[in-house]
């Protein structure tokens, strides 16, 4: 489907920002401005931002020229928390420091911070909100005594953006809508609101008063980026900012930059992550933050702003697991990559590093123009604006902007649509967007506006189809839970406070019909134990029966539901393969419950996705027998080779009774003479899931090793969306199959576990990642989640993708 986009920086359907502005701390870039008298007591901070620095000291917004009296907000360190500190005469009256992190700079936060010490309640004087939802946890928690004045709109100290009182601790990336409402408590609907469609968090217009020392930076005069838009003209002075820091990406479209949670030791990035440069001989490697997408034409353009005479690469290559592994070689060497080189005028090609005459040599100040027509298939290389030839063709997989250097010294700016450097012509795409040196040729800037209509993810709110929910158990029986958004087909339980069996449930088998993925045995049909009793519309139903095993809803002891719709329960007779088949399935999220009797033989058996299933999984329901895994994923994609569920095991050895990936396709997946998938008689159910673009996505990676100590700097993993769920398990080497989701962790660090294949009660305190806007980054080596070269592979659900239908992009988590 095609959606319209409207010219500029437009919205589709709804509110645009139209410039940002972009700090980079190396330059001690800030605003400051004198403060008018108005309530000391009573006012609120709001604005959009864009990270592009992660473990270091950023400030967002200070008031004060000492630590006598201030106030600070600020990103703390390595901790990467939300600090925000009240003192007078040197003591701290107010403080949160949150337990969230936040590490995502591919995407736009919003934080609004309300002080109102005039509120009866302690905890109502000081509130924190991220992308509308409000910060409950923290590590330090100090409320403000009653009327508790502070240092803002006192007219005898200054206000500060990107600075610490003015001179340390600067902001690096970039920030938009920015407010100050002096004398009231506003909450975060005052200038954002939930999409009706997706569920993300976007801005509004705000139509309120701002107070005698209220102001609005909106950034939009190049000439005066520190005029004040709210009529009060309390206007800030600019430092070391120019006119090249006003940029197009803003919360309503968030532009690609250089990705800095993969990146190779010596590399530092700066201009908004726009700009690269290094301290090493080494050859390193970096990556954009958008992959492209599979269809429609793709333009950016890279100059080399100061050179030693070192090799070059600029190109794409394959999004896969191996990404991070490979940031200290060329991208040539190791990965599927397709690249011009500076030195030689060579178009390289990898793996293997295949060298192929091509276009002209390049240095200093060429700009390198990069246009890939992912309808045809073909990448086109220009040097200052002439075309060098198209060197490949027949390009068909999801590829990343790719981008190498060698020697130290050596500057690469790379230019998205949002560059860090003077501009002298000025060339916007097809669609209004993007400022480029030349003419983009018939190919888009990447950004969110222009991915809505070339990605058209047909999921913008995974909730509607993939939702968690978690409970405390109170005793009573039956009991029944609503609020998932549809009727769950699919539903998972596991205790999380003790030591109890998984339950696996799906409304083809039927209530009562239990199966646990952490053991073979055959189904059981329950009623005098914990079981679920109803499949309802918005939920289901759980009784405890008699017994008292902890399975439902036991007082006081904490579960889990992972649940999936599928066809709200009806199922169909499914002829396509030589097996009949009962199929209930869901084209539009790509998964499907699949019952079966084995045959004994060579048969295939209709699963009704409409597209080749990416990852099946097998139980025999009349028999003790092993959870049989198979997928199409690097890792597990051999032909007949499965990797069980139950188990910690790796991937198997080729076994001839195995169902052969190759042989699925968009109706039918093969069965052959495997016990545990096809037995003469035997009753089987599959559920087989397949990619959907920006919902869900089975696939693999390469640990890096990190993380085991002291590193957080794990493997990144890209999915095109924010996740909700991710399950990992190691195919190279004996790990459990570890379970991550956004309910148990609503915030990052994501660390409370569960592993598929055990009773083992949830643990929790090993920092296992961060889930992101795009993806997943792993932070520590949680129990084989990274280790060094081995393969893992995952399978993950969105909650939003990284920019919905209609142009929403989704927030940074």
């Not at 359907?13 to 870039?29: C, E, V």
């Not at 408590?185 to 976007?202: N, R, Y």
């Amino acid at each position: 489907m095609v959606f319209p986009i409207l010219g500029g920086n437009s919205a589709v359907g709804g509110y645009a920002i139209d410039n940002s502005l972009r700090f980079n701390d190396d330059d001690s870039a800030r605003l400051s401005a004198t403060q008018l008298s108005g309530s000391t007591t009573t006012w609120t901070f709001s604005c959009w931002l864009k990270r592009s620095e992660i473990g270091q000291q950023n400030s967002i917004f200070t008031v004060g020229s000492s630590s006598t009296n201030d106030f600070l907000m600020y990103f703390s360190g390595t901790a990467d928390t939300i600090d925000i500190i009240v003192r007078n005469s040197s003591t701290i009256n107010g403080r949160l420091n949150t337990n969230a992190v936040f590490r995502d700079a591919s995407a736009w936060y919003h934080i609004v911070f309300t002080y109102d010490s005039t509120n009866a309640t302690s905890s109502e004087r000081m509130r924190l909100y991220i992308n509308g939802e409000r910060v409950t946890s923290f590590s330090t928690e100090t409320y403000p005594s009653l009327n508790q004045i502070s240092v803002v709109n006192n007219s005898s100290y200054t206000m500060h953006i990107s600075s610490i009182r003015g001179g340390a601790d600067y902001f690096d990336g970039y920030m938009a809508e920015t407010y100050l409402i002096d004398g009231q408590a506003l909450s975060p609907t005052d200038f954002g609101e939930f999409d009706e469609d997706s569920g993300i968090w976007k801005p509004i217009e705000y139509t309120g008063t701002y107070g005698t020392n209220g102001f609005y930076l909106d950034f939009e005069n190049s000439g005066s980026l520190g005029a004040d838009k709210s009529g009060n003209g309390n206007n800030f002075t600019p430092t070391n900012l120019a006119s090249t820091d006003q940029t197009t990406d803003t919360p309503t479209n968030n532009f690609a930059t250089l990705n800095p949670l993969i990146l190779g030791g010596s590399i530092t990035t700066s201009e908004g992550n726009t700009t690269t440069s290094k301290s090493t001989t080494a050859f390193k490697t970096f990556y954009g933050t958008v992959p492209i997408p599979t269809s429609g034409k793709f333009y950016w353009e890279v100059v080399e702003t100061s050179s030693s005479s070192g090799d070059v690469l600029v190109g794409i290559c394959v999004v896969d697991g191996t990404l991070s592994t490979n940031v200290d070689t060329y991208p040539t060497d190791t990965l599927t990559s397709y690249c011009y080189y500076s030195g030689g005028g060579n178009f390289n090609y990898g793996p293997g590093n295949v060298n192929v005459g091509f276009g002209a040599t390049w240095g200093q100040n060429d700009v390198i123009g990069i246009l890939f027509d992912a309808d045809a298939g073909t990448l086109t290389f220009y040097k200052n604006g002439v075309s060098q030839g198209t060197p490949y063709t027949g390009l068909t997989a999801q590829y990343i902007p790719v981008f190498g250097t060698y020697l130290n010294g050596t500057t690469l700016s790379v230019n998205f649509g949002n560059p860090s450097f003077s501009i002298s012509s000025g060339n916007s795409d097809a669609n209004g967007y993007g400022n480029f040196e030349y003419s983009p040729s018939g190919g888009l800037a990447l950004c969110t506006q222009n991915l809505a209509t070339e990605l058209s993810p047909t999921i913008d709110d995974g909730s509607q189809y993939f939702n968690t929910l978690t409970w405390t158990g109170n005793g009573s029986n039956p009991r029944s839970f609503t609020g998932l958004g549809f009727q769950p087909d699919f539903t998972w339980h596991k205790v999380r406070s003790t030591s109890a069996s998984h339950m696996l449930y799906d409304s083809t088998r039927g209530v009562g019909k239990r199966l646990h993925s952490n053991q073979t045995v055959a189904e059981a049909t329950e009623t005098a134990e914990g079981t679920i009793t109803s499949f309802d519309s918005d939920g289901f139903t759980l009784d405890e029966g008699t017994s008292n095993d902890f399975y439902v809803n036991d007082s006081g002891v904490t579960y889990v539901a992972w649940n999936w719709s599928a066809n709200a329960g009806s199922t169909s007779s499914n002829t396509d393969g030589s097996i009949t088949s009962t199929v209930q399935a869901n084209t539009t999220a790509g998964f499907s419950i699949v019952t079966y009797t084995g045959t004994g033989a060579l048969a295939t058996v209709g699963h009704g996705l409409g597209i080749t299933p990416k990852m099946i999984i097998w139980k025999r329901r009349d028999s003790a027998t092993n959870w049989s895994v198979q997928g199409t994923q690097s890792g597990i994609n051999t032909d007949q080779t499965e990797i069980v569920l139950n188990s910690t095991g790796t991937v198997s050895g080729v076994d001839s009774r195995l169902s052969r990936q190759s042989q699925w396709n968009s109706t039918t997946f093969e069965v052959n003479t495997y016990g545990d998938q096809n037995a003469s008689g035997g009753t089987f159910v599959a559920y087989c899931f397949a990619d959907v673009e920006g919902y869900s996505k089975f696939g693999s990676y390469i640990g890096n090793g990190n993380g085991t100590n002291t590193s957080a700097d794990g493997t990144f993993v890209y999915l095109g969306f924010k996740p909700s769920w991710v399950m990992v398990k190691a195919s190279t080497v004996a790990q459990s199959w570890t379970i991550f989701d956004n309910k148990r962790d609503n915030y990052n660090v994501a660390d409370k576990f569960l592993y598929a294949n055990t009773s083992d009660a949830e643990t929790t305190g090993y920092d296992a990642m961060d889930f992101l806007s795009n993806g997943f980054k792993l932070r520590k080596n949680l129990n084989g989640t990274n280790d060094s070269d081995q393969t893992f592979i995952y399978m993950a659900f969105a909650k939003h993708p990284f920019v919905s239908s209609t142009g929403i992009p989704v927030t940074a988590r």
